[in-house]
């Protein structure tokens, strides 16, 4: 069998304020392993895509789209889009990062952040499920928003996920079961300066993050 492919999709429309297309993809991945085994797993049609402050699922199959879920409205704060999105199969969730096109202020920034107001910076992570809220019974909680930068889903089977904080000095834990719930707070070495992005790591328990060039 042929490996796997990542397939990213961007598209922009500034003449039209009202609609933003296709801001990211986030693909359902098959291992170069899987593919390569006897019996191969099926390949997952869809791809992720971010427009008019929704999820899209886009089948490359039958080249249909259609919306996924509907971001919880309003968004955080007036004026805000949504910029990124990472997905977890594991979770049947996503981590859509919101950004203002307003600028940044002081309380925004958290003391100066990454190079202070130099270019938007997300302002609020949202925690959104594929298929709305749940609850009671025991079943896992809905939706949750937390202000940060970056996120990724960290833990075995993607149980938990990492926000990095405004500012960039500290990363917070929250588990998918509980969303809304902080778990752990861990403050960053400030030698190595504040951080930009967070992405998951080589092993579950790991995190990989990246910071800003310049002054």
């Known amino acids: 069998p042929s490996p796997p492919f990542t397939l990213f999709l961007s598209e922009a429309n500034p003449s039209a304020p009202c609609r933003q297309l296709c801001e990211l993809a986030a ?9 390569a085994a006897a019996a191969p797993p099926p390949r997952h049609p869809d791809v992720f895509l971010l427009g008019d402050d929704a999820v899209w699922a886009v089948d490359l199959v039958e080249s249909a789209a259609k919306v996924k879920r509907q971001l919880p409205q309003p968004l ?4 805000g889009r949504p910029v990124r999105i990472s997905h977890s199969q594991a ?14 202020s002081a309380a925004d920034v958290n003391g100066g952040g990454v190079n202070g107001a130099e270019a938007p910076t997300p302002h609020s992570i949202c925690f959104v499920r594929e298929t709305g809220n749940r609850g009671g019974g025991g079943e896992a909680s809905g939706d ?5 930068i970056d996120a990724a889903f960290v833990g075995e089977g993607d149980a938990c996920f990492a926000v990095l904080e405004r500012g960039g000095v500290s990363i917070a834990i929250f588990s998918c079961h509980t969303p809304g719930v902080r778990m752990r707070s861990f403050a960053l070495d ?6 930009s992005r967070l992405f998951a790591g080589p092993n579950p328990a790991a995190l ?4 800003y060039g310049g002054d």
């Open 76 to 79: 955080p704060r007036p004026g």
């Open 208 to 211: 990989a993050a990246a910071s």
């Open 27 to 35: 693909p359902m991945s098959v291992s170069v392993a899987a593919s």
């Open 144 to 148: 949750a928003a937390h202000p940060g």
């Open 190 to 195: 400030p030698a190595a300066g504040p951080l």
């Open 91 to 104: 979770q049947a969730a996503f981590l859509v990062a919101v950004q203002s096109d307003r600028p940044a």
